[in-house]
């Protein structure tokens, strides 16, 4: 299948290059041609001018969505996705936008698609479709992660564009989630916050430690081993029920007392406790 990428940093070239290994005829654009001449001293083929990548079957928009003052930044990709609106012109198949930015929920459908409709003459739906394929890659592996993917994440705005993307992922034999165009922007959101969560908890149990002469390393080590929620990856993720019983509740309660006569801040643990009520209350009210 003949597949463009437009925006060839990190993501790009990663996505490019995994499937150009698997058999699919790609071509990669954008805007720094020191980019391009390093993808074309490799031997990649690059489009110098967007119009170059016409006549491809899917499109993957692969620009970086940037975060000031809280604020995610969508220019880069509303940019993208409007030049290349403007280029897309009608070929025998079905062509696709895929979309691997980051996004927020609600993104694409309000502010993407709008753009496509307004400047692209094909129509949405028959004659060309949109999709969410978020990534999951660390940086310096990046092409690695992207050969050797836990699970393929499609969000789709039509059937066909499912049937598409999936055409596209055919060779490797891993679990695909096609899901709506929200639930894929979502999943790749709540996964990075949950990564930085889990990070902040590690942190936050180091400084804890630290501050009352215990060992952070051996504790780390040893949560990795015997908490359920660290080493069995399934555990505690069933959003929508409170934690209950025995030990968790009381435990946390104490844990903050302790650390209050300690004189350090439970603020994180309050905070756990805080949405767990609240969690509480939803069930009674149901």
Known sequence: MK???IGSGTIGQATGMGLSKVGHDVIFYDIDEKVLKTLKDRKYRVA????GVNG??????CVPTPVSRGI???SFVESAVSALAKVMTEHDGYQMVVIRSTMLPFTIRNRIVPLLEHGCHLTLGKQYGVCHN?????GAHALEDFLNPPIIVIGTYDEQSARLIKQIYAPFKVP???TTLENAEA??????????????????MYLIAEKLGLDHKVISEALTKASFGVRIPEYYTKGGY?????????DLAAFITFLKQQGLDPGFYEEVSKINEEMKSQKKEE
């Open 72 to 74: 995610m930044d969508f």
């Open 176 to 178: 695909m989630l096609a």
């Open 242 to 250: 409170p934690f209950d019983g025995p030990c968790l509740p009381k």
């Open 56 to 61: 491809c079957d899917v499109h993957f928009v």
């Open 48 to 51: 110098e001018r967007l119009e």
């Open 134 to 138: 978020p990534e999951f890659l660390r």
């Open 3 to 5: 597949v463009s990428l």
């Open 187 to 204: 999943i790749k959101i709540f996964s990075n916050v949950y990564n930085s969560s889990k990070v902040s908890f590690f942190n936050d």
